[in-house]
């Protein structure tokens, strides 16, 4: 809980890595701070709400082909169903475009650029005032997938017409580092959140404390 106070709250970047050995916590803690926290007031639950969270695991992910395939594919099927949740119409508002896109790609695209035109209104009755995505498990992809992903969603992140609020990649410290020296110059722009190991005997005491708590 304290390390959220500590988490970039700031648009000095809007990607962030959440750096942390295996089993510290880095997506719990992502998740956590997701659900409680918001783009102006911290727990206040009509602001969440109003966030769209797409929230990729890419740990299946062994090719470039995957990653089309599969990114694509998850995140126009979230976007859909979050946005019809709230009774928007996706698709019917991609399809008053000018042009219309042509694979599953251009889809994301289009659907990311009016979110962000609707938000940008501030309209009370817009579906999303935040958009959010969340790349998990990129360390257990292979290193030309993290280089795909990442080159993805720094294009995103450069264009006007798409604002994310915020773009979240949970990663081992070796895999930042790696990727930070590759010769494409990824990730220099980006906020770095470390997380240090968990005390395992720290933890179950907590656990059991809980426990103890709800039952008595």
Known sequence: HRDLHSFPTRRSSDLI?????????????????????????GRNRAEFD?????????????????????????????IRFQCSQKGFDVDVAIKR??????????WVWAALEELTRISEKRD?????????????NLDQTPPAVQIRAITEVEQWLLTPSIKLWRVF??????????????????????????IGSIDRDILIDNYDRAAINHLS
Request: some cysteine; hydrophobic content about 35%; overall charge positive.
């Open 124 to 136: 009370p009755a817009a579906p999303f005032h935040h958009i959010v995505l969340v790349i998990d």
């Open 169 to 194: 990649l949970p990663l081992w410290p070796s895999t930042y580092n790696s990727l930070r020296n590759h010769r494409f110059n990824l990730l220099r722009g980006a906020n770095v959140f470390r």
């Open 97 to 106: 475009r000018p042009t219309q896109p042509n694979n599953i790609r251009e």
């Open 50 to 78: 109003k966030k769209l969270i797409v929230h990729f695991d890419s740990k299946v992910i062994q090719d470039n082909t995957d990653f089309y395939h599969d990114f694509f594919l998850f995140a126009q099927s979230s």
């Open 17 to 41: 890595c959440v750096l942390g050995p295996v089993g510290s916590g880095k997506s719990t803690l992502v998740d956590y701070y997701l659900r409680c926290y918001c783009g102006s007031k």
